[in-house]
């Protein structure tokens, strides 16, 4: 089998809301916008295949049930890999995005830097740049590079 995409589809009335945030400050694009769903792509900044992201209204006439009902914010979150992840948390602040901050700028011993906020759709954002792990963790990783 070859994959060739994987993306999530988050459920919720905010599209608009939704696609202008991730345009704005994130640098994603609109590859296909309806009135019930919207496709965004974001560039990894090399020819590797684009990121991908995508909204759906909830109630859609012709989904299935158990597709209709809008994400309630809970159980996932939606996380984005920076080089700076510093500079991205001061680009966010001073654009007065992180209102909704969940979990401040701080290092984790796993091995990240990050923060956590939520984004108009209700979702959980971590924003992430690996850094290297306490030696408690360091094994872990070192037991999946391939």
């Known amino acids: 089998m070859t994959l060739r995409s994987l993306f999530t589809v988050f459920v919720t009335p905010r599209l608009t809301?939704?696609?202008d945030f991730y345009v704005d400050h994130f640098g994603f694009h609109v590859v296909f916008e309806a009135d019930w769903?919207?496709?965004l792509h974001g560039?990894?900044?090399?020819?590797?295949?684009?990121?991908?992201l995508a909204f759906m209204r909830p109630d859609v006439e012709g989904q299935p049930a158990a597709l209709q009902q809008a994400f309630a914010g809970a159980g996932a979150f939606l996380t984005i890999e920076v080089e700076d992840v510093t500079a991205e948390h001061d680009r966010l602040?001073?654009?007065g995005v992180l209102s909704n901050l969940v979990v401040p700028l701080q290092d984790e011993a796993w091995g990240q830097r990050h923060f956590v906020f939520r984004d108009p759709a209700g979702t959980f954002v971590d924003v992430v740049?690996?850094?290297p792990p306490a030696a408690e963790f360091a094994a872990a990783y070192a037991a999946h590079v391939e």
């Open 37 to 39: 769903y919207l496709q």
């Open 17 to 19: 809301e939704a696609r």
């Open 43 to 52: 560039s990894r900044g090399d020819a590797s295949p684009p990121l991908e």
């Open 129 to 131: 740049q690996p850094i």
């Open 93 to 95: 602040a001073a654009a």
